[in-house]
Each structure stands twice: as structure tokens, then as C-alpha cells.
């Protein structure tokens, strides 16, 4: 019997390994699956963006737009928080 719990052991790291192995093939196939999902999307839309060149056209009004916008907003931010810290210096000296 003694001879038999190496074997055991044996056995037992075998199918420890073929667990881990399976483990990490099956994280390796959804990370392919998931790059592969990405790739198909970034083709999709180079395909979009070639075949139809007014949607690159709006894309870049749009994000002009955008951009236009963001920098008012910041400006008048900037005005509404110069004005209270006018209005709490007034305060303070009242």
C-alpha cells in the first residue's frame, strides 16, 4: 500500500494540472472572443466611415460643436464663480 500513495499523489497533480490548464485555455478563448468583438466593431466602423464620407463629415461638425460648447461652458463657469466670490467679498466687508 505504500507504494500506492505516490501513485495517488501522482494522479492527483495530473488532474490539478489539467484543471489549471483548462482554466486558463477557457480566460484565453473569452479574451480572444472579446478582441475579436473589437476588431469586428473597428471594421464595421472603418467600413461606415469609407463607404459614407458626409457620417466623417458630421462627426467632425459634431465634435467641433461639441468642443465650441465645452470651452463656453468653462468661460462661464469661470464668470459665475467670479461673480460669488464677489459677491461673498461684499459680504464680508458689510
Known sequence: MARSEPQDRNYDNVVKMV???????????????KMTV????MAYDMVVMRTNPDLTNSMRRLEDA??????????KWQEVLM???????KKGIN
Open 19 to 33: 484543471e489549471d490548464l483548462n482554466r486558463d485555455l477557457e480566460k484565453l478563448v473569452e479574451e480572444m472572443e
Open 38 to 41: 473589437q476588431a469586428t466593431w
Open 66 to 75: 461639441f468642443l465650441n460648447c465645452k470651452k463656453e461652458m468653462e468661460k
Open 83 to 89: 461673480e460669488s466670490k464677489g459677491e461673498e467679498q
